[in-house]
């Protein structure tokens, strides 16, 4: 793979001169250069300067609001609606995750729904923020249908991530993002990209048969980690972010799109808690004796410490040189 060294600030720069210059106003630019960024500085290759591609499509197509203006409803203290305006979720998410922080610290527990919007990236973000509030943080999305349920050959679920974070008062909050498809989906593409092959039990073809061939997968189906366990999981966040939030399952997402490749609309469910509140005034320290016996075994490492080890490196990324030729001509 031939690649390009470039700095986060010249990351920010093409990124936000390519936003800017297909119809994305300051606010939302903003947001999504944000959201780019902190992926690139975090070794989170799928979804940084990967998806901006996705994002010029949607916004030369007119499907998303490039101007968008998130407009928040707290009529019940504990739960927080946001409508994204028919723009992306970054800006409604950091409209928001304020609002709902607030809601949590004084109630102990506070729900965020989202809807009307695009959301196109990484999870860990909204969780983290809200772990350096103090708060425990939930988040979970549903995309396009790209995985069977188990046992089935034909596409139901979106790739359905879940993330969580715990905060941890004076170090770097847990943080988990995990899709429940065996295989986010950016990683087949990347896969695809790169010539690679996949692990058995990722995927299936079009014919229904398994396959290690991610280009094979991309035509066919995902598979659930896990098997029904996986499933099961996948199921429970298109009932959080599709039902409870009041927005399209993935089957109604694909339905509603116009195939330009860029995100589709959907809804995100959040969930925030004040540890104190619930638990007490001793809650840290009671739950860093079982991080201590966590890292005294042999082997395991915590979620998110290889994201938050990449983000001490100042070093230039290295971006596939074809996809920043493809992101600068994008600016004309």
């Known amino acids: 793979m031939s690649t390009i060294s470039l700095t986060l600030e010249e990351i920010e720069r093409l990124s936000r001169e390519v936003l800017s210059a297909n119809g994305c106003d300051q606010l939302n630019t903003d947001a999504l250069v944000r959201t780019i960024v902190t992926a690139e500085r975090d070794g989170s290759d799928s979804h940084g300067l990967f998806r901006l591609p996705g994002y010029i499509a949607s916004l030369r197509s007119g499907k998303v609001n490039g101007g968008a203006r998130p407009r928040i409803s707290n009529d019940l203290p504990a739960v927080i609606k946001v409508d994204g305006d028919n723009g992306y979720a970054p800006a409604a998410i950091e409209a928001g995750v304020p609002v709902l922080a607030t809601a949590a610290k004084s109630l102990g527990i506070a729900v965020m729904t989202i809807t009307n919007s695009y959301h196109f990236a990484a999870l860990w973000p909204e969780v983290e923020a809200l772990a350096g509030e103090g708060l ?90 896990g098997g029904y366990k996986g499933s099961a999981i996948a199921l429970m966040v298109e009932l959080l972010a599709a039902g409870a939030v009041g927005d399209c399952f993935s089957f109604e997402s694909v339905a509603a799109d116009n195939g330009d490749g860029g995100p589709t609309i959907g809804g995100e469910f959040m969930l925030a808690m004040a540890p104190e509140l619930v638990a007490g005034p001793d809650w840290a320290d009671h739950c860093e004796t079982f991080f201590q016996r966590y890292d005294a075994i042999e082997g395991p490492r915590l979620p998110g410490l290889r994201r938050h080890a990449n983000r001490q490196s100042t070093a230039p990324r290295q971006i596939n040189a074809e996809l920043v030729g493809r992101i600068q001509d994008l600016r004309r």
């Open 136 to 225: 425990i943080g939930l988040a979970c999305v549903t995309t396009k249908p790209f995985v069977t349920p188990a046992g089935g050959a034909e596409a139901l679920f979106g790739t359905n991530p879940l993330a969580f974070a715990w905060p941890r008062p004076g170090k770097m909050p847990m943080v988990i993002d995990m899709a429940t498809a065996a295989m986010a989906h950016g990683e087949i593409q990347l896969a695809a990209r790169e010539g690679e092959l996949v692990p058995p039990g990722t995927g299936l073809d079009e014919n229904g048969a398994a396959t290690t061939d991610p280009g094979e997968i991309i035509k066919g189906v995902l598979l659930p980690f």
